[in-house]
């Protein structure tokens, strides 16, 4: 084994996080947690995984529970997180798993990523963690250390780091080592300020000897869209608030929302319509978003409010809505 790999895991046993996801020494033996925690881990940090995770567990604690689930049970339980479409897939991935192979995930790359919702980094990370399968795991942690340690000063991504990290990947201990890579990344190799002098790596490290650490990586970055749009308050006469259910195709599909458009401020349906004084931000990953928010009451149904229904602003929790949604009845 390469003497750095060595190094890495000696550090891993002293000092790696204690996770709920993740055993120490070796490979899950529960791939349904390690493939909940990989999943929720996409785009979120660690801190707000942990809160979600153990709720998930608790309602869902198996791939048969969450197979049987509604999906708006499953989309309640997500709420938050973001990125919805995940959960959705997660709720299809379970029901193939349950119906077609017996309830477990398959030990195996290629299957794998024949399931929804898991591509290339999600099968390495099942493949790693959960079989101590021959993988190597690269996430935005994993290109920041490598990036570091070889003195790479160009743009990098996950896919041209990838075999840097593959000759320092221990085969044998692929589990660990990939935990131990992505912890050293969290902790101690931070995009800010990071800890050099408390690195098993120091010794090796260009970045160090080159005194260029903190401008190391240079990350391509994603030049995002600016939009903006209007959100709709509706009340009908006993000041009970219009929702309907997202029937487009897309991120936010099966949640719940006032209606909202991000092009322009069409009101839906012709009445009184209020400017608030307010507006919502969000961004979504390849989008600012700007919505101003209009306000009106109806007396009557139409066309358009025959498409969801009116609930008592205290009964809201009951529905599953995204976060951008949420930002907006904060408002009201
Ligand atoms: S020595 Fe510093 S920059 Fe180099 S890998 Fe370790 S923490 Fe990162």
Redesign the pocket.
Known sequence: MNNLTELLLDWYRQKGRNLPWRVKGGAHQNAYLVWVSEIMLQQTTVQTVCSYFNQWIQRFPDLKTLADASLDDVLHMWQGLGYYTRAKKMHECAKILVSQYNGHFPKNREELLKLPGIGPYTASSICAFAFNLPETVVDGNVVR?IS??KGITTEVDKKNIYEHAKKLTSFNHSADYASAIMDLGAT??RPQA???QS?P??HA?Q??ALGI?EKIPQIKKIQKKKKNGAAFIIYDSQNRLFILKRSQKGLLFGLWELPWTDEGEKVPFDGLWIKKNETVKHVFTHVDLTLNLYETKVSCLNDFLEKGLFVQKDMLHVYAFSTLMKKILSKI
């Open positions: 250390v570091r340690l101690v190799c990071p800890l050099c690195c790596w120091n490290c970045a160090v650490v």
